[in-house]
């Protein structure tokens, strides 16, 4: 190829100059400039020295300048629309044993079209197996490179969950914002095939438009229009009441769960155990329960590192402990709410 990783180039149409990082398939690449790198078709660049040769030799004869001569250059400045929060996939192309084009893997890129500087906490997972967590700060406007997800691995069940906040305080906006993101295989190919076919650079995904803003909470006197609104009143006791009976103890082995439970793989036990640990919570929470013991066994540590990482996400808990119990040892977790 005409240009190598590491060359020094200039944009065309800006003058701007950069270096190759690499290639993303036959007809694009991606530069860096001023450390700010984004794709650019092939054709779009060339070498810097190639401007001596194609300016005129008029323009190459010596002047005498003064400072009056020295012009500022002019800025492109990118016109980015303001349209939310985005992933977007860069299909990176290799050859078959036939020679012919197959997508290698995707460089997954983070896209800020908002005007809010985000923090971003992001876990990688394939099934329920956690490959990576990251954490960066990305400014408004700007685009942050993630990682490579490989071709043949979007029928490993991909999943990104995000956590996003803002680096600057609003107090009218919440202080997180969770995206669950899980690509689904035939979607990105005929995603991947348009791009391909309509030879573009990537593809992208929306997140959210914008971040959120606190609900607001209706005062009492405002009940009566939520109910003209159409929306239903239901009293706190009433649904108190309608509450399953309020427990302090849940036994999360799968035989205290289903029944039969040899006719599920472990991946579904695993779902299965997780699940009922969250409805398990959520009763006790909407109980006002204070402390409560969850039995997870002892096992590979599996279910148990869930469910300290679920605990560890909720602000209604104040605190849990897996110590040494007289009735169930190590294979329990003790936890306390606010």
Request: charged share 30%; net charge negative.
């Amino acid at each position: 190829m005409k240009f190598q990783e590491g060359d020094k180039v200039v944009v065309k149409a800006t003058g701007e100059r950069g270096e190759v990082v690499e290639w993303i398939n036959k007809k694009m690449l991606t530069i860096d400039v001023d450390g700010i790198r984004f794709p650019v078709y092939a054709d779009q660049i060339d070498f810097p020295y190639f401007d001596a040769f194609n300016t005129p030799a008029a323009a190459t004869k010596k002047k005498n300048l003064t400072l009056s001569a020295f012009k500022p250059e002019k800025t492109v400045k990118k016109i980015i629309e303001r349209d939310g929060v985005w992933l977007s996939f860069f299909p990176v192309l290799d050859k078959d044993v036939f020679d012919d084009d197959i997508i290698s893997h995707y460089k997954i890129h983070l896209l800020n079209h908002t005007d809010d500087d985000l923090l971003v906490e992001l876990s990688f997972y394939y099934g329920i197996t956690k490959q990576m967590d990251l954490k960066h700060s990305i400014r408004a406007l700007e685009d942050l490179y993630l990682f490579d997800l490989p071709f043949d691995n979007l029928n490993d069940q991909p999943k990104i969950d995000f956590n996003f906040s803002l680096l600057t305080v609003d107090k009218k906006r919440v202080p997180h914002f969770e995206v669950i993101f899980k690509p689904k295989p035939k979607q990105i190919f005929k995603w991947s095939e348009e791009v391909l076919l309509n030879q573009k650079a990537s593809f992208p995904v929306n997140l959210f438009e914008t971040y959120p803003i606190k609900a607001l909470e209706a005062p009492v006197d405002d009940m009566d229009k939520l109910r003209a609104a159409g929306f239903k009143i239901y009293p706190a006791d009433k649904i108190k009441r309608n509450l399953p009976a309020p427990r302090t103890l849940i036994d999360l082995h799968a035989e205290k769960l289903i029944d039969n439970p040899d006719r599920l793989d472990a991946a579904q036990i695993f779902d299965l155990q997780t699940k009922a640990f969250d409805k398990f919570l959520e009763e006790a929470c909407a109980h006002g329960l204070k402390q409560l013991i969850v039995i997870h066994g002892v096992g590979t540590g599996k279910l148990k590192d869930e469910i300290h990482e679920i605990l560890r996400h909720r602000k209604d808990v104040s605190s849990f402990v897996n110590r040494l119990h007289p009735q169930f040892g190590y294979g329990a977790t003790e936890i306390f709410l606010n």
